[in-house]
């Protein structure tokens, strides 16, 4: 749906926010079992690998419009949210150790206005560097397959 937006433009960037925490392992199969043990972290995980996999799917789907597809690491950010967890006397020390949100969208920006990524696509950034992700994230039918299930889950197959 986004697309038909931005086709008529002549140019766009779709920046997708994924994490240098990744998955060795997808199994599509296995995203929608019941029964096997949840692990929040596994869970986060196995999301932003299939951020990596979209972006990587959707770059090719759309390299004869002038779209860009990209993704981006931003980095371990405090916020009020991100502390939360955190024991009272360690909440000091998160500041100094995990960016600002400003020093967050840094790299957000950065793919969203640099002229000298017009035509960069199908990258992950981390730091403004594009970086590789993780072997299984380049699995061309395990992309083609998430965006097959994507569209079900969605209903918009």
């Known amino acids: 749906m986004l697309l038909d937006q931005l086709k008529p433009s002549g140019a766009g960037r779709i920046i997708n926010v994924a994490s240098s925490a990744q ?35 959707m770059a090719k789907q759309v390299s004869d419009m002038k779209v860009t597809v990209n993704a981006l690491h931003p980095g371990v950010i405090y916020t009020p949210q991100s502390s939360r967890t955190a024991p009272a006397f360690a909440k000091p020390l998160l500041k100094l150790f995990m960016k600002s949100p400003e020093q967050g969208a840094e790299t957000s920006v950065h793919l969203a206005s640099s002229p000298d990524l017009t035509n960069v696509t199908g990258t ?31 209903g918009l197959s």
Request: hydrophobic share 30%.
């Open 23 to 57: 998955t060795k392992q997808w199994d599509i199969e296995q995203l929608s079992q019941q029964q096997r043990k949840f692990s929040s972290m596994d869970a986060y995980k196995e999301a932003k690998t299939a951020v990596l996999m979209m972006t990587y799917y």
């Open 124 to 154: 992950y950034f981390v730091g403004k560097q594009p970086t590789k992700t993780v072997t299984v994230s380049y699995d061309t039918v395990l992309q083609k397959k998430l965006y097959e299930q994507s569209l079900q889950w969605t």
